[in-house]
């Protein structure tokens, strides 16, 4: 397939936010491509070259693309910049100079998708001394055979800013219209994706053929997209939930993702990234705990003294998360893991199987050592049992219990009541949601790069000041597709410098106008230093704990509608009667 033809649907899909409308053009772009190219073509609409747990960026900072753009247009680096300050936008200043070149370009040739695929995989994995030359000259390469349009996707690869606004979702759904003409498959595919987190491999499969994408099994070393849980407030509301269920001790540590063939051991962060060299006693662990020939496990790991039963605090375990002084870190505090989940077992998918009959498998799989152990759990259908051992959790030290359905099969990448948490903190939850005004936005790191967006900076109204003051920074509670349709409403009303309604502390990556309200649900009110929500003087202002925002943004909702500050003191106050009525209670 000629990358023209795919340029030419990217453009078409900028033009438009209907999400029917960029399914209808992306089905028509999976429906003549081959597996192979399907495949890739899913990668590069995604922004990459690789599934992200291989770890591979195709990653340019925008002045080594500035001067791949000079080399091959024949204009100096300085005009490059010049119209860059003016555009703020490197993909359209490739277009205009592209389409003005000064220097004509000897090898232009028609571009495959396979060609610019193969270009760009090589930039991603060149590295050592000299490559950044190497890179910008094969970006140029690229650049001479491309059309102005092409130019324009081309260097949006590499700073990984694709304006695309679509989502893994959307991709899914139009892989199934591609084949069925509707969604029919949309769910097998979106399951499938969860349990390798390679859509470009589900892509190639589905289209080599169709049927066997419902029985796609997990694989080892494609790390299984994590399930997630729910919550409620008291334990009386879990049982009618579940009813007789599985409570788990809640670990406060790192969600590791363990799998194993034979002597190789990988293992992987909640967000699939590849963490295996950080934990050399976990990885020595496994192969001397896990009985599997093959397998995929999952659970928390925490520094915890065996001896004396103490659980470390969770910032003691995070100081593990490190690139150096690995060895003498894993000597001093080694971490434990308390294996909640078994997905895959000699050839096995467990996943399908009720959480009863994976725990039972669990059981037989680890065999007794000094550091891998099952989390401790208890089965009951008795809300005051439940109660009793969170409690007993806290006071080892632990955040609370996970509750567990017996019969649910295991929900990759998904939050439904399969699972059931119970915090300290949820229950003080907040009786009430807020509404707030967005006034900027952070850029995503991790797994949400490919997003670019990270998360919200909002606000509440001060009516007798007539200004805005932040409360929260918000990071949860956006699905993939939210986060791409957020970017895509924040990113046309950015703004250089704080609005100046505005008093903030915090300084976003993104400044916006402040236009946009979201409903936010959040645990506790809580004094803070760094927000400016009822700050007076030096005294703390007042932020919500743990934010999320809870559906859309609210169309029928203007700035002045947001909550006030007047509210925020008021629930802050409301809140600690009742804390004081618990207190005198017990
Ligand atoms: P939260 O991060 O508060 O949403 O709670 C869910 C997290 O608790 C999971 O992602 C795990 O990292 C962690 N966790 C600790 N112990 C368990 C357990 N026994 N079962 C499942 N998740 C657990």
């Given at each position: 397939?000629?990358?023209?033809?795919?340029?030419?649907?990217?453009?078409?899909?900028?033009?438009?936010?209907?999400?029917?409308?960029?399914?209808?053009?992306?089905?028509?772009?999976?429906?003549?491509?081959?597996?192979?190219?399907?495949?890739?073509?899913?990668?590069?609409?995604?922004?990459?070259?690789?599934?992200?747990?291989?770890?591979?960026?195709?990653?340019?900072?925008?002045?080594?693309?500035?001067?791949?753009?000079?080399?091959?247009?024949?204009?100096?680096?300085?005009?490059?910049?010049?119209?860059?300050?003016?555009?703020?936008?490197?993909?359209?200043?490739?277009?205009?100079?592209?389409?003005?070149?000064?220097?004509?370009?000897?090898?232009?040739?028609?571009?495959?998708?396979?060609?610019?695929?193969?270009?760009?995989?090589?930039?991603?994995?060149?590295?050592?001394?000299?490559?950044?030359?190497?890179?910008?000259?094969?970006?140029?390469?690229?650049?001479?055979?491309?059309?102005?349009?092409?130019?324009?996707?081309?260097?949006?690869?590499?700073?990984?800013?694709?304006?695309?606004?679509?989502?893994?979702?959307?991709?899914?759904?139009?892989?199934?219209?591609?084949?069925?003409?509707?969604?029919?498959?949309?769910?097998?595919?979106?399951?499938?994706?969860?349990?390798?987190?390679?859509?470009?491999?589900?892509?190639?499969?589905?289209?080599?053929?169709?049927?066997?994408?419902?029985?796609?099994?997990?694989?080892?070393?494609?790390?299984?997209?994590p399930?997630?849980?729910?919550?409620?407030?008291?334990?009386?509301?879990?049982?009618?939930?579940?009813?007789?269920?599985?409570?788990e001790a809640k670990y406060d540590g790192l969600r590791l993702q363990v799998?194993?063939?034979?002597?190789?051991?990988?293992i992987?962060s909640r967000?699939?990234?590849?963490m295996?060299?950080m934990f050399?006693e976990i990885?020595?662990g496994?192969?001397?705990?896990?009985?599997?020939?093959?397998?995929?496990?999952e659970g928390e790991a925490l520094a915890f003294n065996s001896?004396?039963?103490e659980f470390f605090p969770f910032q003691l375990t995070m100081q593990r998360k490190?690139?150096?002084?690995?060895?003498?870190m894993a000597?001093?505090y080694p971490l434990h893991l308390f294996v909640f989940?078994?997905?895959?077992?000699?050839?096995?998918?467990?996943?399908?199987?009720?959480?009863?009959?994976?725990?039972?498998?669990?059981?037989?799989?680890?065999?007794?050592?000094?550091r891998l152990s099952?989390a401790d759990?208890?089965?009951?259908?008795?809300?005051?049992?439940?109660?009793?051992?969170?409690?007993?959790s806290?006071?080892k030290g632990l955040e609370g219990?996970i509750?567990?359905?017996?019969?649910?099969?295991?929900?990759?990448?998904?939050?439904?009541?399969?699972?059931?948490?119970?915090k300290?903190?949820?229950?003080?939850?907040?009786?009430?949601?807020?509404?707030?005004?967005?006034?900027?936005?952070?850029?995503?790191?991790?797994?949400?790069?490919?997003?670019?967006?990270?998360?919200?900076?909002?606000?509440?109204?001060?009516?007798?000041?007539?200004?805005?003051?932040?409360?929260?920074?918000?990071?949860?509670?956006?699905?993939?597709?939210?986060?791409?349709?957020?970017?895509?409403?924040?990113?046309?009303?950015?703004?250089?410098?704080?609005?100046?309604?505005?008093?903030?502390?915090?300084?976003?990556?993104?400044?916006?106008?402040?236009?946009?309200?979201?409903?936010?649900?959040?645990?506790?009110?809580?004094?803070?230093?760094?927000?400016?929500?009822?700050?007076?003087?030096?005294?703390?202002?007042?932020?919500?704990?743990?934010?999320?925002?809870?559906?859309?943004?609210?169309?029928?909702?203007?700035?002045?509608?947001?909550?006030?500050?007047?509210?925020?003191?008021?629930?802050?106050?409301?809140?600690?009667?009742?804390?004081?009525?618990?207190?005198?209670?017990?």
């Amino acid at each position: 397939m000629l990358f023209e033809k795919l340029a030419e649907a990217y453009e078409k899909m900028e033009a438009t936010a209907a999400r029917l409308e960029i399914t209808d053009i992306m089905s028509g772009i999976f429906k003549p491509a081959s597996p192979e190219e399907a495949k890739k073509i899913v990668y590069l609409t995604q922004g990459t070259v690789a599934p992200s747990h291989a770890g591979i960026e195709v990653g340019m900072g925008e002045k080594f693309v500035e001067r791949a753009i000079a080399l091959s247009t024949g204009y100096s680096y300085k005009q490059v910049e010049a119209e860059y300050k003016k555009s703020g936008d490197l993909g359209k200043v490739a277009e205009k100079f592209v389409s003005e070149r000064r220097q004509g370009s000897l090898s232009r040739e028609d571009l495959s998708v396979k060609k610019v695929f193969d270009v760009l995989s090589r930039i991603a994995i060149a590295g050592g001394a000299g490559s950044q030359d190497a890179k910008i000259k094969s970006l140029a390469e690229l650049l001479n055979s491309a059309s102005p349009s092409e130019a324009k996707f081309i260097v949006r690869f590499p700073l990984a800013k694709m304006r695309l606004g679509i989502g893994d979702a959307t991709i899914v759904d139009s892989l199934s219209f591609a084949r069925r003409g509707s969604k029919e498959d949309s769910a097998v595919l979106a399951r499938a994706y969860n349990m390798c987190n390679d859509l470009g491999l589900v892509a190639e499969n589905y289209l080599t053929d169709e049927k066997s994408i419902a029985k796609f099994k997990p694989r080892v070393f494609s790390p299984i997209r994590p399930s997630l849980a729910e919550r409620l407030p008291t334990g009386e509301e879990i049982i009618e939930k579940l009813g007789k269920c599985s409570v788990e001790a809640k670990y406060d540590g790192l969600r590791l993702q363990v799998h194993k063939s034979g002597e190789k051991v990988e293992i992987f962060s909640r967000k699939q990234e590849k963490m295996t060299h950080m934990f050399p006693e976990i990885v020595a662990g496994v192969r001397k705990q896990v009985k599997a020939k093959e397998a995929i496990l999952e659970g928390e790991a925490l520094a915890f003294n065996s001896a004396t039963g103490e659980f470390f605090p969770f910032q003691l375990t995070m100081q593990r998360k490190r690139k150096y002084g690995v060895k003498e870190m894993a000597e001093k505090y080694p971490l434990h893991l308390f294996v909640f989940e078994a997905l895959f077992a000699d050839g096995e998918d467990l996943t399908t199987i009720p959480y009863v009959k994976r725990r039972q498998r669990l059981g037989k799989i680890i065999a007794p050592g000094e550091r891998l152990s099952l989390a401790d759990s208890i089965v009951t259908d008795k809300p005051a049992e439940l109660e009793k051992y969170f409690e007993e959790s806290i006071e080892k030290g632990l955040e609370g219990v996970i509750a567990k359905d017996l019969n649910a099969p295991y929900v990759a990448g998904a939050r439904q009541f399969a699972w059931i948490k119970l915090k300290r903190s949820y229950r003080g939850e907040l009786s009430d949601t807020v509404d707030l005004v967005i006034v900027g936005y952070y850029l995503g790191r991790g797994m949400r790069t490919e997003f670019g967006f990270g998360g919200v900076l909002c606000a509440v109204r001060d009516q007798d000041e007539g200004r805005l003051k932040t409360v929260a920074k918000i990071g949860s509670g956006f699905s993939e597709e939210e986060m791409t349709e957020m970017k895509g409403l924040l990113d046309k009303i950015k703004v250089k410098e704080k609005p100046k309604r505005l008093d903030s502390m915090l300084t976003p990556d993104v400044w916006v106008e402040p236009k946009y309200i979201i409903t936010v649900a959040a645990d506790e009110i809580t004094r803070s230093p760094m927000h400016t929500c009822g700050k007076k003087g030096d005294a703390p202002g007042y932020a919500l704990r743990f934010p999320r925002m809870t559906g859309n943004v609210r169309s029928d909702k203007g700035v002045d509608d947001a909550t006030t500050v007047e509210e925020i003191i008021a629930m802050h106050g409301m809140q600690k009667k009742v804390e004081m009525v618990e207190g005198e209670g017990s």
